[in-house]
Structure formats: C-alpha cells, structure tokens
C-alpha cells in the first residue's frame, strides 16, 4: 500500500509540474463546472427530443446519478478516509503548482468531479445509444475534467481512478432502473432510435465550450 501511496503522489507531481500560464487558463476553466453548463442544457435538449415525456424519467436518472455520484465521493468518502488533497498535505504542497490561489477544500478522496462526469457521462451515453460519435465526445468531457483535477494539484491520480469508477458504476446503475420505467408516451419507446443530427448540437456545443476556453486561455496569457 505504501508503494502505492508512493507512486500516487510522484504521478501527482508528473502531471501537476508539465505547467504553463496557457495551460493554467484551460485546466482552471475547464474545472469550474459552470463553465459546462451550455453543455448541461444541450444534453437536456436531446434528451427532451428523443424521449418525449419519458424524458422525466431520463432526467429524474441524470439527476439521480448525479445524487449518488456526488454523495458517496463529498459525503461518505471524503470524511470516512480523510486523506488530504495535495494542496494540502503539509510535505507535498510546497512542491505543487497551485493556479490562481486554487486549494479546494481539505480532503479529497475521491474525486466528486471524477465521479459526477463520468457518471453523467456513462448514463448519457446509454441513453443516447452512442449515436453521432457522441461516447467519444462525452468521454473526452469526463476525461478532460479528470485531467484538470490533477493539473490543479487538488487531487491524487487514486482519487480520481476510485471517484470515475463509482461514477461509471453509478451510471450504469441509474440505466437500468430508468429502462425499469413505465413509459408515460406509449408511442416513444423507452430505447428510442436517436437522431444523429441531435448528437450534433451537443457536438457543437462541446466544441464552442472548448474554443472559447482556449481563447479565455490565450488572453489571460497575452494580458
């Protein structure tokens, strides 16, 4: 285990000394989860095309993953194991390269991003049927916020490992009981056939989110 703990914590600092102001802008960017909302509400929109009024049970299931993701990492997880984050562990902070004055909270095992993104990530992608490309587009999502943890210096790689696997779990989870549900529109299937050119606006609207990032990056860098 200490091997573990070990290699932990020299992976930590792999990743959180490949630094730079540009990247800064775009893993601090990408952390903050209202920076997504757009994304949020692009993925409600095809939800609401596909499903018809069986989309209440589909977002009573988003919600429900996000429920379980969010409490398992941030309400039993964190103050069971109390393992300090990085940024605050009193002999590895001084070599962590903190962004914008950015701690987070005290411990963070596990990843309550890592958990609520992939969970998010795993349960759209069931329902959506993985149309359009869109796995890989929601999986780059999940990734790029699992990233962006450990870019900060806020979470060991451990943490997010455990925190994407209990949200992938969560997820599947959540899938299943929605496909328990009696359809509220009859003529709607509960496995309905996915438009490909819905999955696009959710492409397009990843896409946006990521340009104006860099752009956002790019300023702070030039300003």
Same mark, same amino acid.
């Given at each position: 285990?200490?091997?573990l703990?070990?290699?932990d914590?020299?992976l930590?600092?792999?990743?959180?000394? *490949?630094?730079?102001?540009?990247?800064?802008?775009?893993?601090?960017?990408?952390?903050?989860?209202?920076?997504w909302?757009?994304?949020?509400?692009s993925?409600?929109?095809?939800l609401?095309?596909?499903?018809?009024?069986?989309?209440i049970?589909?977002?009573?299931?988003?919600?429900?993953?996000?429920?379980l993701?969010?409490?398992?990492?941030?309400?039993?997880?964190?103050p069971?194991?109390?393992?300090?984050?990085?940024?605050?562990?009193p002999?590895?902070?001084?070599?962590?390269?903190?962004?914008?004055?950015?701690?987070s909270?005290?411990?963070?095992?596990?990843?309550?991003?890592?958990?609520?993104? *992939?969970g998010?990530?795993?349960?759209t992608?069931?329902?959506?049927?993985?149309?359009?490309?869109?796995?890989?587009?929601?999986?780059?999502w999940?990734?790029?916020?699992?990233y962006s943890?450990m870019?900060?210096?806020?979470?060991?790689?451990?943490?997010v490992?455990?925190?994407a696997?209990?949200?992938?779990?969560?997820?599947?989870?959540?899938?299943?009981?929605?496909?328990l *549900?009696?359809?509220?529109?009859?003529?709607?299937?509960?496995?309905?056939?996915?438009?490909?050119?819905?999955?696009?606006v959710?492409?397009?609207?990843?896409?946006?989110?990521?340009?104006?990032i860099?752009?956002?990056?790019?300023?702070?860098?030039?300003?």
């Open positions: 285990m200490e091997t703990i070990e290699w914590k020299a930590l600092l792999l990743i959180n000394g *490949c630094n730079s102001p540009f990247f800064d802008g775009v893993m601090y960017a990408i952390s903050d989860r209202l920076v909302i757009p994304l949020y509400l993925m409600i929109y095809v609401i095309r596909t499903y018809r009024f069986n989309a049970y589909a977002l009573l299931a988003v919600g429900l993953t996000v429920l993701a969010d409490q398992f990492a941030s309400g039993f997880c964190k069971f194991f109390e393992r300090l984050r990085p940024t605050h562990d002999l590895l902070s001084p070599l962590v390269h903190v962004v914008n004055g950015y701690t909270s005290l411990y963070g095992f596990c990843s309550s991003h890592a958990s609520n993104t *992939c998010i990530a795993m349960l992608a069931l329902l959506f049927s993985c149309r359009g490309g869109y796995a890989l587009v929601v999986g780059s999940a990734a790029l916020n699992c943890r870019y900060l210096g806020v979470h060991y790689p451990g943490d490992l455990c925190g696997a209990a949200g992938l779990l969560f997820g599947y989870l959540c899938y299943r009981l929605f496909l *549900c009696p359809p509220i529109d009859k003529i709607t299937s509960m496995r309905p056939e996915v438009a490909t050119s819905s999955i696009k959710v492409v397009v609207v990843y896409a946006a989110t990521l340009l104006s860099v752009g956002y990056a790019i300023w702070m860098v030039v300003c």
